[in-house]
């Protein structure tokens, strides 16, 4: 049974910040300044952290923590499966979900547009291929769908590279 509390405490782990922060500034060309976010309504919008620019522009990051390496990135479809609460696939209002596998220190840095759009283009084959994993928490379920990681960055990357035609 998985704990809300425990795995928010989890993600919101000071000893991992500077990890995520230093790699920020390292990916980042003009990363002036990070801003971890604390309040609450903004934290139920998918963002964590908001990184300001040298030109004044923002971006904001939805961190994702994972305990252990599957070679996969779990997509929540359902936050809250009893109630139809969708997941943050759908709800999360970021420029970027930063998916980090802790024990190997990969992350992957996934445009949120573009990630929602290869599911889109995809969904019905994943669904077939790929198992839902149900995280039975206290009071509710949430439902994610296990896609290989290299499946999800090249879905991703077709996104990218388009055709004006069909």
């Known amino acids: 049974m998985n704990n809300f509390l425990n795995d928010l405490e989890y993600s919101l782990d000071e000893r991992d910040n500077d990890l995520f922060d230093n790699w920020y500034y390292r990916i980042f060309p003009g990363l002036n300044k990070i801003e971890f976010v604390e309040e609450l309504k903004t934290q139920k919008k998918g963002i964590d952290k908001v990184l300001y620019f ?5 971006i904001t990051i939805d961190e994702k923590k994972r305990r252990k390496n599957y070679n996969d990135i779990l997509l929540e479809l359902w936050s809250v499966w009893e109630s139809r609460k969708l997941g943050w696939l759908f709800t999360s209002q970021c420029d970027y979900i930063v998916y980090a596998i802790m024990p190997s220190k990969k992350v992957y840095l996934l445009p949120t547009l573009l990630l929602r ?9 994943w669904k077939t291929r790929y198992k839902m994993i149900e995280a039975i928490n206290r009071n509710y379920t949430t439902k994610s769908i296990v896609v290989p990681a290299d499946v999800l960055a090249e879905a991703v990357s077709r996104e990218m590279n388009q055709s004006f035609y069909n």
């Open 54 to 58: 040298e030109n004044g522009k923002a």
């Open 117 to 125: 759009q290869a599911w889109h283009s995809n969904k019905e084959k």
